[in-house]
C-alpha cells in the first residue's frame, strides 16, 4: 500500500507538471437559486450580500429565484441571503475555487410572527435540511466528507467522528449508531430508498469495503441517528438522507481526479443553451483495477476491482414542474486461487456484485404553498461467490452462492404550508421486490451437496406517512406525525406514531424532545432461508418465513447551546427498546441484534420473534464550524446496549463497548492570498468489540470451535484506538489543482477487525484492521 501511495504521488506530479497552469486574474462566480424552506417555491427578489468585502458587492434574485455574483476572488467567502418576512440566512468560509464555480441552493426560513425591525439571522450549519428534523439529525456539508482525516470521502467514514457513532475497522465502512446493528441502516437518495451503496458489501449488509457515493456528485445532506420524522421507514438505527447536486447550467466543466477510490473522471454542464435544464455525471475505477491492468504487480494474490457511475441530470424547467433523473451503479469483482500449494491442493475463490439504481423526480407547484412530488426508483443488486478447497484431489470445502433483487418504488408527498405557522405533509411509499435466492454447500460428513435457499418470487411493501408541524413561535416548535408499514412478508401491519419538540428557551439555547415507534424489515434472505429436514428424502423447511418485523421504541431528551455563531455544545441522553427481535426458537443466546456487519457468516436456524434488547446512553458534542481558518469537533458517548436471546439471559450485545470519542480538527492557512494549505487531524477511542469465549478443552477435543456460550459477550478484544491525518494543498490558477496526502491509522496500532478459530493454536486467530495506510489525491477542476 506504501508503494501504491508512491505510484500515486509520482503518477499525479507528472500530470500536474504539464497541465494548463498560467497566471491570471484569479476569480470565480458565486450563484444559486434562493427557495422557501418549506415549500420549494422560488424567491424572486431576495438580496444576497457578499460578507467581509471592502466595498458592497451584492444582488438581488430574479422571478425564479436565480442569483449571480461574479468576479469574486477565490478562497474562503461568505455570503448572506435576505427576504422580507424570511429568517436571514448567513454561508460563511465557502471555499470558492478557480477552476469550478461555486453553485448554492438556499433555502429561506419564513418567520412565524411578523415584526417590524426585528431581524435574526440563521447559520446554515445549524440547520438539518429537513424542516421535520427536531432531534438527533444534522446537517453534513460536502466538504467535511474529504476534511475530516481518514473519511476518503466516504459518508460513512465521515459520520464514524459523529457522536454515537462506532467504525467496524478500517477494511469496511460499516457504522455502528448507539448499540444498533449497521442493519438498521437506511439509505435514501432525492427521498427514494436505495440498496446498499457500498462496494463488497452484500444484500443482507449496510456498509462494505469502499463507498460508491461520490461526493463530487453529492450536495449537502442530513444523517439521522435516532427518533426519525414520520416520512421514514424501515429504520432502526440511523438514515443518510442523501442530496445530489445539480450540474453548472451555464457552461461546461470539468474533472479529473487519482486517489484512493480510484481513477475519476467528471462532466457537467448545460443541456441546451439559454436554458436552466443541466446534467452532472461521475465515473471513477479502482485504483488497484487500472495498475493491474497496466501490468503493475504488487506482490498479492487478489486484486480487488471495482467501478461506478454516478449521475444527475436536471430537465429544463417548464408549466408541467420540475423533473429530474438521477442514478448510481457499481461493479466489483475478486478473485484468489492460492499458489505454491502441493499436487492435488487446490484453493478458490471469488466474489462479485453488481447494483444499479435510477430515480425520475417531478415536482409540481399547485400553488404558492403547496406542492405534489412524484418520484418512481428502480434498482436491481446481484451477489455471486464461489469457494472450493481440493485435498489430494478431493472435495473438502465448496459454497457457491447467488443472490439477486430488483425493486421498483412509486413514492409520492404532498406538502402544503397553511400558513407561517402550520405545514402538512402527506405521502406513501409502493415497494415491488422481485428476488432469486440460490446456493449449494457441500456436507462432507456426508458426502454431499444441500442447500440452505433455493426461491424467486415477488413480495410488496407499503409505508404511508402524514406528518404536521406547528409554530407557535419562532422559538417553539412541535412536529407530530403517524408512519404505517404493511410487510406481505410476516403479513405484518406497523402503526408508529412520532413526535418531537424544540424549544428556544434563551438566545442561543434550545431544548428538545423526541419520540416514536420504529419497525424493520429483516433481510429478505433470512425468510427464505431453508432447513435439511430429512437428509435421505432431501426434504427442506423454511422455520422463518413467518417473522415479523422488529419494533423498536425511541425516546431523545436533548440540549443545545449555541455560544457564538461558530461554537455550540450539544448533548443528548436517549432511550431504546427493542422487541419481536428474531432469536432462536430453541433457548439459545444468538440473536439478530449482534448481526450485520460485512465479511460475516450468520446461521438462521429457528428464529422467532421472542428476542428483546435495549440502547441506553448519554452523547455530549462540543464543535467549532470552520471559520477564521479552523475548526474542531469532539465527540463522546456513553452507553450500555443489552439483550435477551430465548434463554432469556440479559447480556450485553456483540457491539457494547460501553465508550467511544472522537476527536478532529484542523487549520487552514491561505499562501499567495489564492493557495491553500490545510492540515487535518482525527482522533477514535472506543471499548473493544465484545465476543463469545471458546471452551478450550471442547474446542481441542472436537478439532473445531466450541463456544462457552454461557459467558456469551462477557469479553472483550482490545480496545480501537486510531489516529488519521491529512495534509492538502489547493492551487487556484487558472484552472484548480487539489494534492492531498491522508494517513490512516499514523501510529500503526493494531486493532481488532475479525477472529478466526485455528485448530492448530486452539485458539482465535485474529485478524488485524490494516496498519498504517498512506494514500494520495490529487484533482483537477477545469
Given at each position: 500500500?506504501?508503494?501504491?501511495?508512491?505510484?500515486?504521488?509520482?503518477?499525479?506530479?507528472?500530470?500536474?507538471?504539464?497541465?494548463?497552469?498560467?497566471?491570471?486574474?484569479?476569480?470565480?462566480?458565486?450563484?444559486?437559486?434562493?427557495?422557501?424552506?418549506?415549500?420549494?417555491?422560488?424567491?424572486?427578489?431576495?438580496?444576497?450580500?457578499?460578507?467581509?468585502?471592502?466595498?458592497?458587492?451584492?444582488?438581488?434574485?430574479?422571478?425564479?429565484?436565480?442569483?449571480?455574483?461574479?468576479?469574486?476572488?477565490?478562497?474562503?467567502?461568505?455570503?448572506?441571503?435576505?427576504?422580507?418576512?424570511?429568517?436571514?440566512?448567513?454561508?460563511?468560509?465557502?471555499?470558492?475555487?478557480?477552476?469550478?464555480?461555486?453553485?448554492?441552493?438556499?433555502?429561506?426560513?419564513?418567520?412565524?410572527?411578523?415584526?417590524?425591525?426585528?431581524?435574526?439571522?440563521?447559520?446554515?450549519?445549524?440547520?438539518?435540511?429537513?424542516?421535520?428534523?427536531?432531534?438527533?439529525?444534522?446537517?453534513?456539508?460536502?466538504?467535511?466528507?474529504?476534511?475530516?482525516?481518514?473519511?476518503?470521502?466516504?459518508?460513512?467514514?465521515?459520520?464514524?467522528?459523529?457522536?454515537?457513532?462506532?467504525?467496524?475497522?478500517?477494511?469496511?465502512?460499516?457504522?455502528?449508531?448507539?448499540?444498533?446493528?449497521?442493519?438498521?441502516?437506511?439509505?435514501?437518495?432525492?427521498?427514494?430508498?436505495?440498496?446498499?451503496?457500498?462496494?463488497?458489501?452484500?444484500?443482507?449488509?449496510?456498509?462494505?469495503?469502499?463507498?460508491?457515493?461520490?461526493?463530487?456528485?453529492?450536495?449537502?445532506?442530513?444523517?439521522?441517528?435516532?427518533?426519525?420524522?414520520?416520512?421514514?421507514?424501515?429504520?432502526?438505527?440511523?438514515?443518510?438522507?442523501?442530496?445530489?447536486?445539480?450540474?453548472?447550467?451555464?457552461?461546461?466543466?470539468?474533472?479529473?481526479?487519482?486517489?484512493?477510490?480510484?481513477?475519476?473522471?467528471?462532466?457537467?454542464?448545460?443541456?441546451?443553451?439559454?436554458?436552466?435544464?443541466?446534467?452532472?455525471?461521475?465515473?471513477?475505477?479502482?485504483?488497484?483495477?487500472?495498475?493491474?491492468?497496466?501490468?503493475?504487480?504488487?506482490?498479492?494474490?487478489?486484486?480487488?476491482?471495482?467501478?461506478?457511475?454516478?449521475?444527475?441530470?436536471?430537465?429544463?424547467?417548464?408549466?408541467?414542474?420540475?423533473?429530474?433523473?438521477?442514478?448510481?451503479?457499481?461493479?466489483?469483482?475478486?478473485?484468489?486461487?492460492?499458489?505454491?500449494?502441493?499436487?492435488?491442493?487446490?484453493?478458490?475463490?471469488?466474489?462479485?456484485?453488481?447494483?444499479?439504481?435510477?430515480?425520475?423526480?417531478?415536482?409540481?407547484?399547485?400553488?404558492?404553498?403547496?406542492?405534489?412530488?412524484?418520484?418512481?426508483?428502480?434498482?436491481?443488486?446481484?451477489?455471486?461467490?464461489?469457494?472450493?478447497?481440493?485435498?489430494?484431489?478431493?472435495?473438502?470445502?465448496?459454497?457457491?452462492?447467488?443472490?439477486?433483487?430488483?425493486?421498483?418504488?412509486?413514492?409520492?408527498?404532498?406538502?402544503?404550508?397553511?400558513?407561517?405557522?402550520?405545514?402538512?405533509?402527506?405521502?406513501?411509499?409502493?415497494?415491488?421486490?422481485?428476488?432469486?435466492?440460490?446456493?449449494?454447500?457441500?456436507?462432507?460428513?456426508?458426502?454431499?451437496?444441500?442447500?440452505?435457499?433455493?426461491?424467486?418470487?415477488?413480495?410488496?411493501?407499503?409505508?404511508?406517512?402524514?406528518?404536521?408541524?406547528?409554530?407557535?413561535?419562532?422559538?417553539?416548535?412541535?412536529?407530530?406525525?403517524?408512519?404505517?408499514?404493511?410487510?406481505?412478508?410476516?403479513?405484518?401491519?406497523?402503526?408508529?406514531?412520532?413526535?418531537?419538540?424544540?424549544?428556544?428557551?434563551?438566545?442561543?439555547?434550545?431544548?428538545?424532545?423526541?419520540?416514536?415507534?420504529?419497525?424493520?424489515?429483516?433481510?429478505?434472505?433470512?425468510?427464505?432461508?431453508?432447513?435439511?429436514?430429512?437428509?435421505?428424502?432431501?426434504?427442506?423447511?423454511?422455520?422463518?418465513?413467518?417473522?415479523?418485523?422488529?419494533?423498536?421504541?425511541?425516546?431523545?431528551?436533548?440540549?443545545?447551546?449555541?455560544?457564538?455563531?461558530?461554537h455550540r455544545m450539544k448533548i443528548e441522553a436517549y432511550y431504546q427498546h427493542l422487541n419481536q427481535v428474531p432469536v432462536e426458537?430453541?433457548?439459545?443466546?444468538?440473536?439478530?441484534?449482534?448481526?450485520?456487519?460485512?465479511?460475516?457468516?450468520?446461521?438462521?436456524?429457528?428464529?422467532?420473534?421472542?428476542?428483546?434488547?435495549?440502547?441506553?446512553?448519554?452523547?455530549?458534542?462540543?464543535?467549532?464550524?470552520?471559520?477564521?481558518?479552523?475548526?474542531?469537533?469532539?465527540?463522546?458517548?456513553?452507553?450500555?446496549?443489552?439483550?435477551?436471546?430465548?434463554?432469556?439471559?440479559?447480556?450485553?450485545?456483540?457491539?457494547?463497548?460501553?465508550?467511544?470519542?472522537?476527536?478532529?480538527?484542523?487549520?487552514?492557512?491561505?499562501?499567495?492570498?489564492?493557495?491553500?494549505?490545510?492540515?487535518?487531524?482525527?482522533?477514535?477511542?472506543?471499548?473493544?468489540?465484545?465476543?463469545?469465549?471458546?471452551?478450550?478443552?471442547?474446542?481441542?477435543?472436537?478439532?473445531?470451535?466450541?463456544?462457552?456460550?454461557?459467558?456469551?459477550?462477557?469479553?472483550?478484544?482490545?480496545?480501537?484506538?486510531?489516529?488519521?491525518?491529512?495534509?492538502?494543498?489547493?492551487?487556484?490558477?487558472?484552472?484548480?489543482h487539489t494534492l492531498a496526502i491522508d494517513i490512516m491509522n499514523v501510529t500503526n496500532r493494531i486493532n481488532h477487525y475479525l477472529?478466526?478459530?485455528?485448530?492448530?493454536?486452539?485458539?482465535?486467530?485474529?485478524?488485524?484492521?490494516?496498519?498504517?495506510?498512506?494514500?494520495?489525491?490529487?484533482?483537477?477542476?477545469?
Amino acid at each position: 500500500m506504501k508503494d501504491l501511495a508512491i505510484k500515486q504521488f509520482i503518477f499525479a506530479s507528472f500530470l500536474l507538471l504539464f497541465s494548463s497552469i498560467v497566471n491570471g486574474q484569479y476569480s470565480q462566480t458565486i450563484k444559486g437559486q434562493v427557495l422557501d424552506f418549506y415549500t420549494d417555491v422560488p424567491l424572486p427578489g431576495a438580496t444576497v450580500m457578499l460578507l467581509d468585502s471592502v466595498r458592497a458587492i451584492g444582488t438581488t434574485t430574479d422571478i425564479d429565484g436565480y442569483f449571480s455574483l461574479p468576479d469574486i476572488p477565490v478562497g474562503r467567502q461568505g455570503v448572506s441571503i435576505s427576504y422580507l418576512g424570511y429568517h436571514t440566512a448567513v454561508l460563511s468560509d465557502l471555499y470558492l475555487q478557480s477552476g469550478k464555480e461555486l453553485i448554492l441552493e438556499v433555502k429561506l426560513e419564513e418567520k412565524a410572527v411578523q415584526l417590524e425591525g426585528v431581524t435574526v439571522s440563521a447559520h446554515i450549519k445549524d440547520k438539518t435540511l429537513n424542516e421535520m428534523a427536531q432531534v438527533s439529525a444534522r446537517m453534513f456539508t460536502v466538504e467535511e466528507t474529504e476534511r475530516y482525516a481518514g473519511s476518503f470521502g466516504d459518508p460513512s467514514r465521515m459520520a464514524a467522528g459523529y457522536a454515537g457513532v462506532l467504525t467496524m475497522g478500517t477494511q469496511s465502512n460499516d457504522i455502528v449508531i448507539r448499540g444498533n446493528s449497521p442493519n438498521g441502516m437506511l439509505w435514501r437518495m432525492e427521498g427514494l430508498q436505495i440498496p446498499n451503496p457500498n462496494h463488497f458489501g452484500g444484500l443482507t449488509a449496510s456498509g462494505g469495503t469502499m463507498s460508491m457515493l461520490n461526493n463530487n456528485v453529492l450536495s449537502n445532506s442530513d444523517f439521522l441517528t435516532g427518533a426519525f420524522p414520520a416520512e421514514f421507514g424501515n429504520a432502526l438505527s440511523g438514515v443518510f438522507d442523501l442530496r445530489l447536486r445539480k450540474g453548472n447550467a451555464d457552461r461546461q466543466e470539468f474533472l479529473a481526479q487519482v486517489g484512493f477510490n480510484g481513477f475519476e473522471v467528471g462532466v457537467e454542464g448545460p443541456l441546451a443553451e439559454g436554458k436552466d435544464g443541466s446534467y452532472l455525471a461521475n465515473y471513477r475505477y479502482s485504483t488497484l483495477g487500472v495498475f493491474d491492468l497496466l501490468g503493475i504487480n504488487f506482490g498479492v494474490f487478489a486484486i480487488p476491482k471495482y467501478q461506478d457511475l454516478s449521475f444527475n441530470i436536471d430537465l429544463p424547467k417548464s408549466k408541467l414542474g420540475n423533473i429530474s433523473i438521477f442514478g448510481l451503479g457499481g461493479l466489483n469483482s475478486i478473485t484468489d486461487e492460492t499458489a505454491d500449494l502441493p499436487p492435488g491442493e487446490r484453493e478458490f475463490f471469488d466474489n462479485s456484485a453488481k447494483v444499479g439504481f435510477v430515480g425520475i423526480k417531478h415536482q409540481y407547484f399547485l400553488s404558492d404553498n403547496a406542492s405534489l412530488v412524484t418520484s418512481v426508483g428502480l434498482s436491481h443488486s446481484v451477489n455471486h461467490s464461489l469457494s472450493e478447497q481440493y485435498v489430494s484431489d478431493a472435495l473438502e470445502e465448496y459454497t457457491w452462492m447467488e443472490q439477486s433483487e430488483s425493486t421498483v418504488e412509486l413514492n409520492m408527498v404532498y406538502k402544503n404550508r397553511l400558513n407561517t405557522r402550520n405545514i402538512l405533509q402527506f405521502g406513501f411509499d409502493l415497494f415491488n421486490t422481485s428476488f432469486n435466492f440460490q446456493d449449494t454447500v457441500y456436507l462432507q460428513d456426508h458426502r454431499m451437496f444441500s442447500q440452505t435457499v433455493n426461491t424467486s418470487g415477488r413480495v410488496p411493501l407499503v409505508q404511508a406517512h402524514a406528518q404536521w408541524k406547528h409554530r407557535f413561535s419562532d422559538a417553539l416548535s412541535m412536529v407530530t406525525g403517524l408512519h404505517y408499514q404493511y410487510a406481505a412478508l410476516g403479513n405484518d401491519h406497523s402503526p408508529e406514531p412520532r413526535f418531537s419538540l424544540n424549544w428556544n428557551f434563551l438566545p442561543g439555547q434550545s431544548l428538545s424532545f423526541g419520540a416514536g415507534i420504529h419497525s424493520r424489515l429483516h433481510p429478505k434472505y433470512v425468510y427464505f432461508y431453508e432447513e435439511l429436514a430429512d437428509t435421505m428424502q432431501q426434504v427442506y423447511t423454511r422455520p422463518n418465513q413467518d417473522l415479523k418485523m422488529t419494533r423498536s421504541r425511541h425516546l431523545v431528551l436533548g440540549y443545545n447551546y449555541a455560544f457564538s455563531n461558530d461554537h455550540r455544545m450539544k448533548i443528548e441522553a436517549y432511550y431504546q427498546h427493542l422487541n419481536q427481535v428474531p432469536v432462536e426458537r430453541q433457548a439459545s443466546f444468538r440473536s439478530l441484534v449482534n448481526y450485520g456487519t460485512s465479511f460475516s457468516n450468520y446461521e438462521y436456524h429457528g428464529l422467532v420473534n421472542e428476542g428483546t434488547a435495549y440502547n441506553l446512553g448519554a452523547e455530549v458534542t462540543l464543535e467549532k464550524f470552520f471559520s477564521n481558518n479552523f475548526y474542531y469537533l469532539f465527540t463522546m458517548s456513553v452507553f450500555d446496549s443489552r439483550y435477551k436471546g430465548s434463554d432469556g439471559v440479559l447480556r450485553s450485545t456483540r457491539f457494547n463497548t460501553n465508550m467511544i470519542a472522537n476527536f478532529l480538527g484542523g487549520y487552514e492557512w491561505t499562501l499567495k492570498e489564492r493557495n491553500a494549505l490545510s492540515v487535518d487531524t482525527r482522533l477514535m477511542w472506543s471499548g473493544g468489540e465484545r465476543k463469545v469465549p471458546l471452551d478450550y478443552a471442547a474446542s481441542q477435543e472436537k478439532g473445531e470451535a466450541v463456544y462457552d456460550v454461557e459467558r456469551a459477550y462477557t469479553e472483550r478484544f482490545m480496545n480501537y484506538f486510531r489516529m488519521d491525518f491529512r495534509l492538502s494543498y489547493k492551487i487556484n490558477r487558472k484552472t484548480n489543482h487539489t494534492l492531498a496526502i491522508d494517513i490512516m491509522n499514523v501510529t500503526n496500532r493494531i486493532n481488532h477487525y475479525l477472529a478466526l478459530y485455528d485448530e492448530d493454536l486452539n485458539d482465535y486467530e485474529e485478524v488485524s484492521a490494516l496498519g498504517m495506510l498512506p494514500t494520495f489525491l490529487w484533482r483537477w477542476n477545469f
